[in-house]
């Protein structure tokens, strides 16, 4: 089969690999009709975790069923299935409290498991031909009858529409708040989106890219433009001086200028500040837990500024980490289901598995009008 191989920072290749197969009872093998390139993915894509030259990437992935374990007993052959991008056993303490991005079975000893990630267990990503789905009965969303025509909407609850919400949930984002989410990006978008189906009076979206902060715009968010170091100014003079009830940050470790490996985001004490006194904060960008290649002395070892004095004094709550994607994607799919989200407004590309070279180059370059690819193998 073909798949998107790692070979090194910011080089991948589309090569022939040997196809997935069935390995455990408990599960599938997904023919993969569409598998997205994320921010997540940028994390190796630069070099900066251990992921293995050879590696497949890919953990936003959609496809249907060409064949079964002997124990798999709710999936057919034929279903239209989209895989959250952690894998869950769905029987641990974590999983049976629905916090299946923790799961203890999938990946023993470390904090959860996914496909095509570093750090995250032994799973093949899914920017190939073929998908082997583990614990297949739990980790398949079955998709409605119109999953071919919504492919690119559907798509969406492998992560990044789920990873959006649970950023308003950590921040407890209610009916009536005032939002301020950090980053443009596919995730930001997908949090300012959520805050407004939640109902939020006022969403603010920071970034520096124009084109990302116009398609906040086309969704009824306001854009808050930060290229002249004026976004906290401004989110503050929108809200009385006090800041937003709720703060998402959706960035993660990266430098605003691009400049990664020499300034580490300072995107925490952004929130602390233009977050009013008591309001939550909810982190869904990651940040490593170690960079050896940045120049910077505590982004190396993984410590970022946050201005606890600030946080403290204003009683703030904060709520971090992976999104538990299946607490959530099948309430989101009926939103798509029922056409009162679409959440494919933000696909800038859709392109061959060939092209993922070239699709990782300008994603990774936040290239004017790459916001989000989609691979067709
Ligand atoms: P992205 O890198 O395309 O988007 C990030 C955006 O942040 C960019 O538009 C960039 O210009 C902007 N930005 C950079 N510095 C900024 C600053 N200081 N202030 C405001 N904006 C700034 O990636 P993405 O796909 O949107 O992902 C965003 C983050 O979410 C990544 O860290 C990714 O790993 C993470 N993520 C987390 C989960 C989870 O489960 N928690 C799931 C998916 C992605
Ligand atoms: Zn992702």
Not at 53 to 78: D, Q, T, W, Y
Not at 144 to 165: Q, R
Request: aromatic content about 8%.
């Amino acid at each position: 089969m073909k798949a998107v191989i790692y070979k090194g920072p910011r080089d991948v290749e589309v090569k022939e690999v040997p196809d997935a197969t069935i390995e455990k009872a408990t599960d599938v093998l997904v023919k993969i009709t569409t598998t997205n390139i994320c921010g997540s993915d940028l994390h190796m894509y630069e070099g900066r975790t251990n992921f293995e030259p050879g590696n497949i990437f890919g953990h936003e992935n959609l496809g249907v069923v060409i064949e079964i374990g002997s124990a798999v007993e709710r999936i057919k052959v034929g279903d239209h299935v989209c895989m959250p991008f952690n894998i869950g056993c769905g029987f641990c303490e974590n999983c049976e409290r629905g916090l299946t991005g923790y799961c203890l079975i999938a990946n023993p000893g470390s904090a959860g498991a996914a496909y095509g990630f570093a750090g995250m267990g032994p799973y093949k990503g899914g920017q190939a031909e073929l998908l082997r789905v583990p614990y297949a009965d739990f980790n398949c969303l079955v998709l409605p009858p119109d999953a071919e025509e919504k492919e690119n909407d559907y798509v969406m609850l492998s992560d990044i529409f789920p990873t959006g919400y649970h950023a308003t949930e950590l921040a407890g984002v209610q009916v009536g708040d005032s939002v301020v989410v950090y980053g443009a990006g596919p995730v930001g978008l997908m949090a300012a989106y959520s805050s407004i189906i939640k109902g939020a009076s006022k969403v603010m979206v920071v970034d520096i890219h124009k084109d990302r902060l116009d398609l906040a715009e086309k969704i009824g968010a306001i854009p808050i433009d930060d290229s002249d170091g004026s976004g906290i100014e401004q989110v503050l003079a929108l809200t009385d001086g006090m800041g937003a009830d709720r703060g998402c940050e959706c960035v993660g470790y990266q430098c605003c200028d691009h400049k990664r490996h020499e300034v580490p985001n300072l995107t925490m004490n952004s929130l602390v500040q233009t977050v009013r006194a008591t309001g939550g904060i909810g982190v869904v960008g990651v940040f490593i837990p170690e960079d050896p290649g940045a120049a910077d002395k505590l982004a190396r070892e993984g410590k970022i500024a946050f201005d606890m004095g600030q946080f403290w004094f204003k009683g703030q709550h904060i709520a971090t980490g992976q999104a538990n994607v299946k607490a959530y994607n099948r309430k989101l799919c009926k939103l798509i289901a029922a056409g009162k989200a679409t959440p494919s407004f933000l696909i800038s590309h859709e392109l061959p598995l060939e092209e993922a070279a070239k699709a990782y180059k300008n994603f990774d370059a936040r290239k004017d009008g790459w916001t989000k690819v989609v691979l067709k193998p």
